[in-house]
């Protein structure tokens, strides 16, 4: 399978804790992109990276989440003393990088509850 | 069977029926456009894209229809099939801008055999 993959694909944690996730892109593609998306909503946006740099941040973006990505492929996504409001589904998807035409392709995502 | 999107979430038909998926987008900047579907426990899936210099795209089984005027998107599917069960979002962007879409809320189309 040459999608986006994401792992874990279910994260249960304990209000507090920390909560990695990791990202693997399509291999050609240079862009990454985080979202978060709560159930009957569309996905919201938290970062992109072009490459390994972190170009945008969403106001989302709190100061307990980081997101990296060293090497240019894969990215994770950390949550610091995670809160109840956090839980919700976490996508990932990358695209070559095209302009603003540029499609996006989607992981099945981390589904997080902290409770 | 016709969504009306934001008023109207949930969309039933049958199998064998056309289905019509409705959008309103928000900013009038936006020139680039793109249906996903997303299944249960999935994340969204491509289906397709339209730019503003166009009205009409034609994939299979699918159609996107773009109004500028009003500023509203439609999906057409035919011959829905239950595996066409999922909620369907547009995406608005602007090319040259961020690359970031913005993702409506969604309708859920629901396909009765």
Redesign the interface.
């Known amino acids: 399978d040459t999608g986006?993959s994401q792992d874990p694909r279910h994260k249960i944690t304990k209000r507090g804790q920390n909560v990695t996730f990791r990202c693997d892109p399509i291999s050609e593609h240079n862009?990454l992109?985080w979202y978060r998306q709560t159930l009957?909503?569309?996905?919201?946006?938290l970062t992109?990276f072009q490459n390994e740099a972190q170009l945008?941040k969403s106001r989302l973006l709190s100061d307990r989440f980081s997101a990296e990505r060293p090497k240019g492929s894969f990215s994770t996504l950390e949550i610091q003393r995670t809160e109840q409001g956090d839980s919700a589904m976490y996508?990932c998807?990358s695209?070559l990088g095209a302009?603003?035409?540029?499609?996006?392709?989607?992981?099945?995502?981390t589904r997080l509850t902290v409770l | 069977g016709e969504s009306v999107g934001l008023h109207l979430p949930t969309l039933s038909v049958q199998e064998g029926d056309n289905s019509i998926i409705n959008c309103a987008y928000s900013n009038s900047a936006s020139d680039y456009f793109i249906w996903y579907k997303q299944e249960s426990g999935k994340g969204p899936q491509f289906i397709i894209d339209i730019r503003s210099n166009m009205d009409k795209r034609q994939g299979q089984r699918v159609t996107v229809l773009l109004n500028k005027t009003v500023k509203h998107l439609s999906l057409q599917i035919a011959a829905t099939q239950p595996g066409d069960s999922a909620v369907y979002f547009c995406a608005e962007n602007i090319a040259g801008g961020s690359y970031i879409p913005t993702f409506g809320r969604g309708t859920s189309l629901i396909v009765h055999p």
Not at chain 1, 99 to 109: E, L, S
């Open positions: 986006v862009r992109y009957g909503q569309g996905p919201e946006f992109y945008e996508l998807a695209s302009g603003g035409q540029d499609t996006q392709y989607f992981g099945p995502g």
